[in-house]
């Protein structure tokens, strides 16, 4: 039996000229795309500003959850990419504040630079829905 797929867009306009969309429910799983903390025109919010980006970036998350029929409690997988691994702990501790008591499997990685240069952060979500 083939289970279905249904694709959830943010809107933003580089979803269609890139080839992706904000999140993909899968049968039981929903994955959430790399997201940013940009605004609706791509602007990026909290410039420098590590923890703040990740504050923003986690709403994002939780809001495409919640369109995919999800919530945060559900989340058994994410994977942070930062600029900087030297603001781990500024990032480690807005992830504690929503996952703590989830606590799914995460990475957290260093990465040459993301797509803006004001970028500090970007994060990905994994859930799983089923019984």
């Known amino acids: ?12 306009p580089w979803e269609a000229v890139v080839g992706y969309c904000r999140a993909v429910r899968a049968g039981d799983w929903i994955h959430v795309a ?8 791509g602007n990026v919010l909290f ?3 590590a923890a703040a980006q990740t504050r923003a970036i986690l709403g994002t998350i939780e809001r495409a959850l919640a369109d ?5 409690e559900q989340v058994v997988r994410t994977r942070m990419f930062v ?4 603001q781990w702990e500024a990032i480690g501790r807005e992830h504690g ?7 799914p ?9 993301l797509i803006d240069p004001g970028l500090l952060v970007e994060i990905e979500a994994v859930a799983y829905i089923g019984p």
């Open 34 to 41: 790399g997201t940013t903390a940009v605004d609706e025109e």
């Open 97 to 103: 504040r929503v996952f703590g008591d989830i606590r």
């Open 105 to 113: 499997a995460a990475t957290m990685v260093e990465v040459a630079a």
């Open 1 to 12: 039996m083939r289970s279905s797929i249904t694709r959830f867009s943010s809107g933003r």
């Open 83 to 86: 600029v900087d691994i030297g």
């Open 68 to 72: 995919a029929g999800a919530v945060l």
């Open 47 to 49: 410039p420098g500003d």
